[in-house]
């Protein structure tokens, strides 16, 4: 039969036997015969996620991010490898990265996923792009101001000066950006408690933006929310027999504990700033008593909290307690190692403000806390 017959007619199947033995052969080098994973794929494939997994809670995000992209070099589709690599991109607070991970995020609510995390890490990215561009946007608007600032912002960005009229368009599209991207927070972190309705991050978040917008009462919902969540399990973290078991060793038993006191430092730094903000917001609202509870617990939590005396100082100036506003505007200049910067000229000022109305009338002295609460 000439070639061009055999063409024609088609190539016969192999027998069973040939087939048995391709079918052998490609198992033996580690390929499959329909495009799954081969187990020496699969082997390699869980070893990334799992190193992945592991400098994420060390907080090596780069290294993460390098694992997951190993990890998705096998499987494009894996959902933890891709969570991962959002999240350590997210971490990284690159603005290039910030953009890769909302892909990353996007990538994964495209394909149906309904985790939580997924929509948190969006919200977070979000939440970072806005306010990255309400920085700009008030960087632009020193310069309006500014001219030397703005030539030599110019010169070191190779680009030509701007006027005022195309620095006023860049203003202006830096806010709209900012508003799409915090606007777009909001939603993925509404729906994070959604699926979640106690989530910490998601509340923390959602705070800071309505406090950017001047939303006191969403904000302080969502904050005292937060500290309510923070004060329940800040003592369940603590309760060390809960994660301690006999059959650890002494090692691993100071390394739980290592691990429990840096988480507990962790949310306790969270609960201060948050309290710190919720205390700017009443002295904003002129509500001076529930301030200083605030700031008195911030202060608590952590006695080095220098803005906490600071304000402090301030909320009992308000009040009249110049005792203990001198107090603690002494101990914000005495604690602190900020330059002769606007805050601290504010100190310095209140300070003497306070200490001559204190002169005036000797008799003033600082008030207990069952007092300032109208207890008996």
């Not at 039969?1 to 033995?21: H, K, N």
């Not at 190193?51 to 995000?61: E, H």
């Not at 948190?120 to 500014?146: C, F, H, I, K, P």
């Not at 950017?212 to 005292?224: I, P, V």
């Amino acid at each position: 039969m000439s070639q061009d017959a055999e063409i024609r007619m088609g190539t016969p199947w192999p027998g069973p036997g040939i087939v048995a033995t391709i079918v052998l052969a490609l198992f033996l080098s580690g390929c499959t015969l329909f495009g799954g994973l081969s187990e020496d794929e699969e082997l390699k494939l869980g070893l990334y996620v799992q190193q992945a997994k592991a400098f994420m809670a060390s907080s090596r995000y780069t290294s993460a991010q390098q694992q997951a992209e190993k990890a998705l070099s096998i499987d494009p589709d894996h959902f933890t490898a891709n969570l991962i690599l959002g999240w350590s991109l997210l971490q990284q607070r690159n603005p290039g990265k910030l953009v890769q991970a909302r892909k990353v995020f996007n990538k994964l609510l495209d394909d149906g996923s309904v985790d939580f995390r997924t929509h948190l890490g969006l919200g977070l990215v979000r939440y970072q792009q806005g306010l990255s561009e309400l920085a700009r946007s008030d960087q632009l608007e020193r310069w309006m101001t500014n001219r030397p600032a703005r030539e030599i912002a110019a010169r070191e960005s190779g680009i030509s000066v701007p006027n005022d009229e195309e620095l006023q368009i860049l203003i202006t599209r830096a806010k709209a950006s900012s508003k799409e991207a915090l606007d777009a927070a909001v939603t993925e972190l509404q729906t994070v408690l959604e699926l979640n309705d106690r989530y910490p991050q998601a509340l923390l978040t959602l705070g800071q933006i309505n406090l950017l917008r001047k939303e006191d009462d969403k904000a302080l919902k969502h904050f005292e929310s937060y500290i309510e969540l923070a004060e329940k399990t800040r003592s369940v973290t603590l309760d060390e027999d809960a994660w301690l078991s006999g059959s650890l060793t002494k090692p691993e038993e100071d390394l739980v504990r290592s691990t429990l006191e840096q988480k507990v430092r962790s949310n306790v730094n969270k609960e201060v700033t948050v309290r710190l903000a919720v205390a700017f917001i009443y002295f904003r609202n002129q509500d001076y008593p529930a301030a200083l509870s605030h700031l008195d617990r911030a202060i608590e939590l952590d006695p080095e909290t220098i803005l906490a005396y600071l304000n402090r100082g301030e909320c009992h100036g308000k009040l009249g307690n110049y005792a203990e506003a001198v107090k603690d505007l002494q101990t914000f200049v005495k604690k602190s190692d900020r330059d002769f910067d606007e805050v601290m000229q504010r100190a310095t000022t209140l300070l003497d403000e306070y200490t001559r109305a204190l002169a005036r009338n000797p008799s003033l002295r600082p008030t207990t806390h069952a007092e300032r609460d109208g207890s008996p």
